[in-house]
C-alpha cells in the first residue's frame, strides 16, 4: 500500500459549507489533514464543528473564492493556524442556468466569478505559496490542487452556455498549473464529479439500488478527493477524472480525427469545399467535438445527464 494518508497536512477546500464541498472536507480531515473551511456564510463554522467532533482540526473563512484578496486570506488562515499549506481543493460554484438566447450578462458575469476566476484565485495564491516554499527549500515541496470541472464542458450542455464555459477554463487552468507548477513539487488534476447535493437534487432520479450509502452520495466523491490529496498519487498530474458512484474514469486527451492537407501549400475557399464538404455530407450532428459518449457513462442506474440524442 502506497502512503495514503494526510497526517499533518493542511487543506484548503472552497465552497466547503454543504454538498461536495463539505464532504471533501470531511474526508480530507478524516484521512488526518487541518482544514481550512471556505463558504460564504455560516454553514463553514458547522462543517469546522463537524470535523473537531470527529477529533480533527479546522478553521472556517467566509469570502467570496471570486475575490482575488480571498485566496490571499485562505493560504493566509492555512499557514498562521497550521503552519502549512499543503492541499487545495476548488469546489465553489453556482448555477445560472439558462439558454444562450436568454443569458443576461449578470447569468454570465456571476458563474465565471465564482467557477472560474475562484478556481484562479485560489491556485494562484496558492502557487505564490509552494514556489516561495520550494525557493527556501532548494527544491520541491508537497502541494495538491484538485479542481472541479464537470461534464457539461465535455459536450457544452444546451442550457448552461455560462457554465460549460467556466468548466472548460477551469480544466486549461488544470492543465497549466499541473505543468508550471510540477518543477516546485505541484500535482494538478481536476475532477468531474455527479452527486446528489442540494443544487442538483432535481437532475437525479432516486437510487434504485436502495444502499446504505445513496450511489450518488457526495462522500463518494470525496474519498477520491482525498485520495489525489495524499502522497500516494505523486505521479499523477495533469488528468481530468469523471467521478460518481462506484467509478472513475480517466479520460483521455481529444485526439485529431482527420488532417486536411492543401494541394498546393495553401488552401483556397474552393479546394477546401472540395475537401471538407463531402466529409462532413450526411454525418451526424451528433458526430463533433462534444464528447456525448463520456456523458452517456452510467453505471448508477439513475438518470445520467447526457443530451438526449434524437
Not at 483521455?252 to 464538404?277: C, H, I, N, Y
Request: hydrophobic share 45%; glycine share 10%.
Amino acid at each position: 500500500m502506497s502512503d495514503s494518508t494526510l497526517e499533518g497536512r493542511t487543506a484548503v477546500v472552497t465552497g466547503a459549507g454543504a454538498g461536495l464541498g463539505r464532504a471533501e472536507a470531511l474526508a480530507l480531515a478524516a484521512q488526518g489533514a487541518n482544514v481550512v473551511v471556505n463558504d460564504m456564510g455560516p454553514a463553514a463554522d458547522a462543517v469546522v464543528d463537524e470535523i473537531k467532533s470527529a477529533g480533527g482540526d479546522a478553521v472556517a473563512v467566509t469570502g467570496d473564492v471570486g475575490d482575488w484578496a480571498t485566496g490571499d486570506r485562505l493560504v493566509e488562515a492555512a499557514v498562521d493556524t497550521f503552519g502549512g499549506l499543503d492541499v487545495v481543493v476548488n469546489n465553489a460554484g453556482v448555477l445560472r442556468d439558462t439558454m444562450i438566447f436568454n443569458l443576461t450578462e449578470r447569468d454570465w458575469d456571476d458563474v465565471i466569478h465564482v467557477h472560474l476566476k475562484g478556481h484562479a484565485a485560489v491556485s494562484r495564491a496558492a502557487a505564490v505559496h509552494w514556489r516561495n516554499a520550494s525557493k527556501a527549500a532548494g527544491g520541491p515541496v508537497y502541494g495538491r490542487i484538485v479542481n472541479t470541472t464537470s461534464e457539461a464542458f465535455l459536450f457544452g450542455a444546451a442550457g448552461q452556455p455560462n457554465y460549460s464555459a467556466a468548466k472548460a477554463g477551469i480544466t486549461a487552468l488544470t492543465l497549466s498549473s499541473a505543468q508550471g507548477l510540477s518543477r516546485y513539487g505541484v500535482r494538478a488534476n481536476a475532477i468531474c464529479p455527479r452527486a446528489r447535493t442540494g443544487m442538483t437534487a432535481h437532475v437525479f432520479s432516486d437510487d434504485p439500488n436502495g444502499s446504505d450509502l445513496d450511489i450518488l452520495a457526495p462522500e463518494r466523491v470525496g474519498a477520491f478527493v482525498a485520495y489525489l490529496a495524499s502522497p500516494a498519487a505523486d505521479e499523477i498530474n495533469g488528468q481530468v477524472f469523471v467521478v460518481y458512484g462506484d467509478m472513475v474514469a480517466l479520460l483521455a486527451a481529444p485526439t485529431v480525427e482527420r488532417k486536411f492537407t492543401a494541394a498546393a501549400g495553401a488552401f483556397s475557399v474552393a479546394e477546401l469545399d472540395d475537401q471538407l464538404t463531402p466529409y462532413f455530407a450526411g454525418r451526424s450532428p451528433y458526430q463533433n467535438y462534444a464528447a456525448y459518449s463520456v456523458a452517456e457513462l452510467d453505471t448508477t442506474g439513475v438518470q445520467n445527464i447526457a443530451p438526449r440524442k434524437k
